[in-house]
């Protein structure tokens, strides 16, 4: 039971019926809401503010923001679905996946491992389709050594029960990789 000084509260500060039970920390379901309602019709309080267009009663402030990518100034919301990063599709394609903590960003491990392995799976020789398996699992180590060219069903095997039937030969393959390496 909620006393009704909390939830006149936060019907004041709510919305919608949605807001109402998030303000008021409740998992938002029908029996919830259902609750909510009977409660209010009880308190006798007041939901004539409520609306679902949360949106035509808060007003977005405007303003103008720089580019993080390309420096051009642009104009965008403060909060809510219009606020923008960048000014571009392209802009934010660019700032969202090419940072410096990307993955796949250009110089990204598949062309590290394709600059020092040949575009094939170690194994079976398959150059259509190659991915490439991080040794240690950790995915921000992309050193040569650490990158390995498996087809689909090999890689698949590493990370399966049947891995046994493929390790020593990949083990094999990376301790020749190094040798290699250090004589170069």
């Given at each position: 039971m909620i006393p009704k000084l909390i939830l006149e509260k936060a019907i004041n500060s709510s919305y919608n019926k949605s807001e109402l039970l998030r303000e008021?920390?409740?998992?938002?379901?029908?029996?919830?809401i259902k609750k909510i309602y009977s409660l209010i019709k009880d308190y006798n309080l007041d939901t004539s503010h409520f609306d679902n267009?949360?949106?035509s009663l808060r007003i977005k402030e405007r303003i103008?923001?720089?580019?993080?990518?390309?420096?051009k100034e642009f104009e965008t919301f403060t909060q809510g679905k219009g606020a923008k990063t960048t000014c571009s599709h392209s802009c934010s394609n660019t700032y969202f996946r090419s940072g410096y903590d990307n993955p796949n960003r250009v110089?990204?491990?598949r062309t590290i491992c394709f600059q020092h392995h040949e575009k094939k799976c170690i194994l079976c020789r398959e150059n259509k389709i190659v991915e490439v398996h991080h040794l240690d699992?950790?995915?921000?180590?992309n050193n040569p050594e650490n990158l390995i060219p498996l087809c689909p069903t090999h890689h698949q095997y590493w990370h399966s029960r049947f891995r046994n039937l493929i390790f020593k030969k990949v083990m094999n393959y990376v301790k020749e990789f190094k040798n290699n390496a250090s004589v170069v």
């Open positions: 008021l920390k409740i998992p938002n379901n029908g029996r919830n267009l949360k949106r103008v923001k720089k580019c993080p990518v390309c420096q110089t990204n491990y699992e950790n995915h921000h180590n």
